[in-house]
């Protein structure tokens, strides 16, 4: 319990005492119902509910419950999608109290691949047919991303949820939409979801960024669209190995590589091998870890450029792989190799700051890991400043990754002046 909350950014000091209250009876506040019912279904391998447990059924748990499923019914996936959003965007209290669920990303997965198997004239790329709705949707995407990438995902986010659910989810409940206008519609709604569920994992809502990847996926599906599906399996895996569930965040990423073999996309896959060595990394496994760097490698050399690829990899590059792969030495304990690549993605990324401020974190902490403190400290200072006017709580998470790793030099001046300077951003460390 405490360790699931810890990664959420929750801090309880739950105890024996308090399972012996829970038995007796007693509800926890908040989302401790919640966190007991992930803790228990990690252990049975299969998604629990509070409700499953004995706990009171909360307000509005429905929508919250069905948006962790993966719907054969896609007018389903709709009505949850646009209710969601619809909740998202009056913040009711209890989407405060959503937590990341790492056992409900294993069934949609398992339907991903079904559907994969099943669809054998699938296209490796959705068609899209322009005019009409299907322009104006793409030109709402554009301007999204471009915002997202300028100035983070707490900032974009409402737009993106309050136009997915009050206007595209709408259009794809109409009857009459022409057959290929509406299933490049459902690619774009699932661009959107999953975009929706990026921007929720900046802002730190982890578990409403899982449900809108997994309502995004389901959509994917009735679209065709393999890359995109790909890319949404991509985010799923960063997700799970981000919250400490590598394992997970292999699984996802390996069927995100299945998915891509046949998409056509090299960059798509690139990434996806990019993912696994992530989760591999975080296993401590390093030859897997390798393997799979190597293999991204290899996908990123096939690649014929970003104008041959979908449009949805094109803000991949070799810069991206250099930023991934400098995550993975640093987990592998490689500093060397991760202040190469960190340093490289730094330099490359004067454009994107959330990118910038992320590998400069890794940065010092490569530093760090090589005794180079007062290098890490000013690396770290730097990247303080490059959150001015980004909201993005995974460049937060990288700096306090960081800072966790100074715990045991926090008597030192440098380091002290480092937590006064951090504080207002990073909030008061646990230590």
């Not at 962790?68 to 646009?82: F, I, K, P, Q």
């Not at 590598?246 to 891509?260: D, F, K, M, Q, S």
């Not at 990019?274 to 799979?292: C, E, K, N």
């Not at 304990?333 to 190469?340: F, L, T």
């Amino acid at each position: 319990m405490n360790e699931l909350g810890a990664r959420q950014g929750k801090i309880t000091r739950y105890d024996k005492a308090s399972v012996t209250r829970w038995v007796q009876g007693m509800t926890p506040k908040g989302e401790s119902p919640q966190f007991i019912a992930e803790a228990i279904g990690s252990f049975l391998g299969r998604p629990v509910s509070p409700t499953d447990l004995g706990f009171p059924q909360q307000a509005q748990r429905p929508v919250v419950a069905r948006a962790l499923t993966y719907r054969e019914d896609v007018g389903e996936t709709l009505h949850t999608l646009a209710e969601l959003g619809s909740t998202d965007i009056s913040r009711r209290s209890l989407l405060g109290a959503v937590p990341f669920v790492a056992s409900a990303l294993m069934d949609p997965q398992r339907q991903w691949l079904l559907w994969l198997l099943e669809d054998e004239q699938a296209p490796h790329l959705a068609a899209v047919a322009g005019g009409g709705p299907v322009e104006q949707v793409e030109a709402m995407i554009d301007m999204f991303d471009l915002m997202d990438n300028r100035f983070g995902g707490g900032n974009v986010r409402p737009s993106i949820v309050g136009y997915l659910s009050t206007q595209l989810t709408p259009m794809l409940q109409q009857r009459g939409l022409p057959a290929n206008q509406r299933r490049t519609l459902y690619v774009y709604a699932a661009k959107l979801a999953a975009t929706a569920g990026w921007c929720s994992y900046d802002t730190a809502d982890y578990g409403l960024a899982e449900r809108y990847m997994i309502q995004a996926l389901r959509l994917c599906a009735e679209g065709g669209d393999r890359v995109l599906g790909g890319q949404i399996l991509a985010g799923m895996s960063h997700l799970a190995t981000s919250l400490g569930n590598p394992a997970e965040g292999v699984a996802l990423a390996r069927a995100g590589i299945a998915t891509a073999k046949s998409s056509g996309s090299p960059l798509g896959l690139m990434r996806l091998h990019a993912m696994a060595a992530r989760g591999y990394a975080m296993l401590g496994d390093s030859r897997q870890a390798t393997a799979s760097l190597v293999a991204a490698g290899a996908a990123l050399e096939r690649s014929r450029g970003p104008a041959e690829e979908s449009s949805w990899v094109r803000f991949l590059d070799h810069h991206y792989l250099e930023a991934e792969a400098a995550l993975v030495h640093r987990d592998l304990g490689e500093p060397a190799e991760a202040e190469r690549l960190a340093a490289a993605s730094v330099k490359a990324n004067t454009d994107r700051r959330r990118r910038q401020a992320i590998s400069s974190s890794v940065l010092a902490t490569a530093l760090l890991q090589q005794e180079r403190l007062d290098e890490a400290v000013g690396t770290a200072s730097s990247a303080l400043d490059l959150l001015s006017g980004v909201h993005s709580e995974r460049s937060v998470q990288a700096l306090r990754d960081f800072r966790t790793r100074l715990t045991p030099r926090r008597n030192e001046a440098i380091v002290r002046d480092f937590e006064r300077k951090a504080r207002p951003i990073l909030g008061v460390s646990a230590s």
